[in-house]
């Protein structure tokens, strides 16, 4: 449906158009709590396999209704269309770290981010930091211990904000309506945060965040006041009057009330300051006689701080797919597991967590996976997507699409994808079946294979050691980062230990090894981007790049503003450029040199000094 006709529709149906006001744009002050002791000082336990008491509840799990297919001319009629159903089993992906992650409570939300040294992991209800070879760099501590007076309500997520080196850990209050932030005030996760509370008029259920120029953003799903820009800025700096701006979701069909949208996840560059965030989800045209073909819904939000009434969310597209089929069961037990009838919730109808955004010189890119029904019969694929937009105010287009799901009984579900500066993709995610107890698995593809393709093989990191059972709650996330280096997946998920125990997983993969050398690389050698300093002149020098007749070469400030580029040749992978930099506005500060071209890139930070 075209973007004209989405207007109409909505003016019709009495949506989100009529007026922006009816957005009910509402800026709220956080409350700032203070900077926290040293988290190394705080409460720690030394029993890997403790689980704190969880607030969560079962009742949240009923703000997910039983879905149904109400339309029987939805497609596809049975079989996925797009399913890859063949794998190379001839080799495995070589795994870097694989080491146990905290136990969890039911279910144990895995939640993850890199930096460059450290991970840090975090579960109902609890968290923990390793050291990036794998081994403890504290032992686990409960969420309650961040912020003072808190419970281990859960939902965590964490994230790693490169551009400023700051880890960020979230939980919600299932008591106050309220969301928990701790922003580390350095890159040591084991230092001091910057702790603040948030309150809703409702509960913020199934909160997803990402990180953007102009804020940290967060939907969850309620009916109102569901999508929020936190004052990243001001959170950062520890500023006691940082605010959120919180608007309404545009109307749009979900068929079964939950409503979880994803919002792009800058993993690397970020966009100028301002530009608006594109937020993702998907329907199915077995919903609804309404919907029409399966599509991906995309809405753009701008957010204001100076004049926030000027905030705005609007549907912004209706990018049709491949058909699918996102409904399982209407009862949550979808997925077999081995020795036991007992079935586990897929997760279905949403797209996984996170939508991983990345600049590149000539486009940008969004990643984007759910669980998908690929025979009629239940057994589940992981439907995925590669984005592509080539200016930030042009539409996004499907770049390409495939659904995961040998064709071996498995079912492959709760998924989480990323890709890398050479343009590869990792994809991770839980599999059980008639035959398997619920594990974990990677596969990927490199970014010269042909469109679609995992060419990579399914990589068991984790066997299922037993059967879950009083229940079908799994998951309900996964988590997948991209190390800073660049080529590096990190991911956690859940799996089932012995006697049934709930486990978590943390491994790590880098494609770009998994090949030895870029086939567009000389000589096998790693890239080199090197940047230095000479009063007013900044050179950069490349080598070993992939040989090119355009590489872009540009610098950037850490607020995504571009402030030069150049377009050269760069003859068996080797240039050397400069810039003028005395009339930079920012002196003293942090830049970010970027070169590469559409499918690969290296970033380097650069401190320029007046």
């Given at each position: 449906?075209?973007?004209?006709?989405?207007?109409?529709?909505?003016?019709?149906?009495?949506?989100?158009?009529?007026?922006?006001?009816?957005?009910?744009?509402?800026?709220?002050?956080?409350?700032?709590?203070?900077?926290?002791?040293?988290?190394?000082?705080?409460?720690?336990?030394?029993?890997?396999?403790?689980?704190?008491?969880?607030?969560?509840?079962?009742?949240?799990?009923?703000?997910?209704?039983?879905?149904?297919?109400?339309?029987?001319?939805?497609?596809?009629?049975?079989?996925?269309?797009?399913?890859?159903?063949?794998?190379?089993?001839?080799?495995?992906?070589?795994?870097?770290?694989?080491?146990?992650?905290?136990?969890?409570?039911?279910?144990?939300?895995?939640?993850?981010?890199?930096?460059?040294?450290?991970?840090?992991?975090?579960?109902?209800?609890?968290?923990?930091?390793?050291?990036?070879?794998?081994?403890?760099?504290?032992?686990?501590?409960?969420?309650?211990?961040?912020?003072?007076?808190?419970?281990?309500?859960?939902?965590?997520?964490?994230?790693?904000?490169?551009?400023?080196?700051?880890?960020?850990?979230?939980?919600?209050?299932?008591?106050?309506?309220?969301?928990?932030?701790?922003?580390?005030?350095?890159?040591?996760?084991?230092?001091?945060?910057?702790?603040?509370?948030?309150?809703?008029?409702?509960?913020?259920?199934?909160?997803?965040?990402?990180?953007?120029?102009?804020?940290?953003?967060?939907?969850?799903?309620?009916?109102?006041?569901?999508?929020?820009?936190?004052?990243?800025?001001?959170?950062?700096?520890?500023?006691?009057?940082?605010?959120?701006?919180?608007?309404?979701?545009?109307?749009?069909?979900?068929?079964?009330?939950?409503?979880?949208?994803?919002?792009?996840?800058?993993?690397?560059?970020?966009?100028?300051?301002?530009?608006?965030?594109?937020?993702?989800?998907?329907?199915?045209?077995?919903?609804?006689?309404?919907?029409?073909?399966?599509?991906?819904?995309?809405?753009?939000?701008?957010?204001?701080?100076?004049?926030?009434?000027?905030?705005?969310?609007?549907?912004?597209?209706?990018?049709?797919?491949?058909?699918?089929?996102?409904?399982?069961?209407?009862?949550?037990?979808?997925?077999?597991?081995?020795?036991?009838?007992?079935?586990?919730?897929?997760?279905?109808?949403?797209?996984?967590?996170?939508?991983?955004?990345?600049?590149?010189?000539?486009?940008?890119?969004?990643?984007?996976?759910?669980?998908?029904?690929?025979?009629?019969?239940?057994?589940?694929?992981?439907?995925?997507?590669?984005?592509?937009?080539?200016?930030?105010?042009?539409?996004?287009?499907?770049?390409?699409?495939?659904?995961?799901?040998?064709?071996?009984?498995?079912?492959?579900?709760?998924?989480?994808?990323?890709?890398?500066?050479?343009?590869?993709?990792?994809?991770?995610?839980?599999?059980?079946g008639p035959n398997d107890y619920p594990g974990l698995a990677c596969t990927g593809r490199l970014s010269w294979d042909a469109p679609g393709d995992m060419s990579q093989p399914e990589t068991v990191a984790q066997e299922g050691l037993y059967f879950q059972s009083g229940g079908?709650?799994?998951?309900?996330?996964?988590?997948?980062?991209?190390?800073?280096?660049?080529?590096?997946?990190?991911?956690?998920?859940?799996?089932?230990?012995?006697?049934?125990?709930?486990?978590?997983?943390?491994?790590?993969?880098?494609?770009?090894?998994?090949?030895?050398?870029?086939?567009?690389?000389?000589?096998?050698?790693?890239?080199?981007?090197?940047?230095?300093?000479?009063?007013?002149?900044?050179?950069?020098?490349?080598?070993?790049?992939?040989?090119?007749?355009?590489?872009?070469?540009?610098?950037?400030?850490?607020?995504?503003?571009?402030?030069?580029?150049?377009?050269?040749?760069?003859?068996?992978?080797?240039?050397?450029?400069?810039?003028?930099?005395?009339?930079?506005?920012?002196?003293?500060?942090?830049?970010?040199?970027?070169?590469?071209?559409?499918?690969?890139?290296?970033?380097?930070?650069?401190?320029?000094?007046?």
């Amino acid at each position: 449906m075209k973007k004209n006709a989405i207007l109409l529709f909505s003016l019709l149906m009495g949506g989100f158009s009529i007026a922006q006001s009816e957005q009910n744009v509402e800026v709220v002050q956080g409350n700032y709590l203070g900077l926290s002791e040293e988290l190394r000082n705080l409460p720690q336990s030394t029993d890997e396999d403790m689980v704190y008491e969880n607030d969560e509840g079962e009742g949240l799990h009923e703000r997910r209704k039983k879905p149904e297919a109400v339309d029987p001319t939805a497609l596809p009629v049975k079989y996925d269309p797009v399913r890859q159903s063949y794998q190379d089993k001839s080799y495995e992906i070589q795994l870097g770290v694989n080491v146990q992650g905290m136990g969890g409570s039911f279910p144990p939300d895995p939640t993850g981010a890199v930096s460059e040294d450290y991970y840090v992991q975090a579960v109902n209800t609890a968290w923990k930091v390793f050291n990036k070879d794998g081994t403890n760099a504290s032992g686990p501590s409960g969420l309650n211990t961040l912020w003072p007076g808190s419970t281990n309500s859960g939902d965590p997520i964490v994230m790693y904000d490169r551009q400023v080196q700051r880890f960020v850990i979230t939980q919600f209050q299932t008591g106050s309506n309220e969301i928990l932030f701790a922003v580390s005030e350095t890159a040591d996760p084991l230092g001091s945060y910057h702790l603040y509370e948030f309150s809703f008029p409702s509960f913020p259920d199934y909160p997803k965040y990402s990180i953007w120029s102009d804020g940290y953003y967060m939907t969850s799903n309620t009916y109102t006041q569901n999508v929020v820009a936190f004052e990243r800025e001001k959170m950062i700096a520890g500023d006691p009057t940082a605010s959120m701006i919180s608007m309404n979701l545009p109307n749009f069909e979900t068929h079964y009330g939950f409503r979880s949208v994803l919002p792009a996840d800058a993993d690397g560059d970020l966009p100028p300051y301002g530009t608006p965030i594109s937020l993702f989800t998907f329907q199915d045209d077995s919903w609804s006689s309404s919907v029409t073909e399966d599509h991906i819904l995309i809405m753009k939000m701008s957010v204001d701080w100076d004049n926030p009434n000027s905030s705005s969310i609007a549907i912004d597209q209706e990018l049709p797919t491949a058909a699918f089929n996102s409904v399982f069961t209407t009862s949550w037990n979808d997925i077999v597991q081995k020795g036991t009838s007992q079935r586990l919730d897929a997760i279905s109808s949403i797209f996984n967590y996170r939508a991983q955004y990345l600049r590149w010189p000539t486009h940008n890119s969004v990643m984007l996976c759910n669980v998908v029904d690929v025979d009629g019969s239940n057994t589940a694929g992981i439907r995925w997507y590669e984005l592509r937009q080539d200016v930030d105010s042009l539409d996004w287009e499907i770049y390409q699409q495939s659904t995961f799901a040998p064709d071996d009984g498995r079912s492959r579900f709760i998924g989480s994808i990323a890709m890398d500066y050479n343009g590869h993709i990792g994809l991770a995610y839980s599999f059980s079946g008639p035959n398997d107890y619920p594990g974990l698995a990677c596969t990927g593809r490199l970014s010269w294979d042909a469109p679609g393709d995992m060419s990579q093989p399914e990589t068991v990191a984790q066997e299922g050691l037993y059967f879950q059972s009083g229940g079908n709650r799994y998951g309900d996330y996964s988590h997948m980062s991209l190390d800073p280096d660049g080529s590096t997946f990190w991911y956690t998920g859940e799996y089932i230990g012995n006697g049934g125990a709930r486990r978590t997983k943390i491994f790590s993969f880098n494609l770009e090894k998994q090949v030895g050398v870029n086939q567009e690389l000389a000589d096998g050698e790693s890239p080199i981007l090197n940047a230095i300093q000479d009063q007013s002149q900044l050179t950069v020098d490349i080598d070993n790049f992939p040989s090119t007749n355009e590489m872009y070469v540009e610098l950037f400030s850490l607020d995504g503003r571009r402030v030069a580029k150049k377009v050269i040749a760069a003859p068996e992978g080797k240039l050397s450029t400069t810039f003028d930099i005395s009339s930079l506005r920012n002196q003293n500060a942090v830049y970010i040199v970027r070169a590469g071209k559409d499918n690969f890139m290296r970033v380097k930070k650069v401190a320029i000094i007046k």
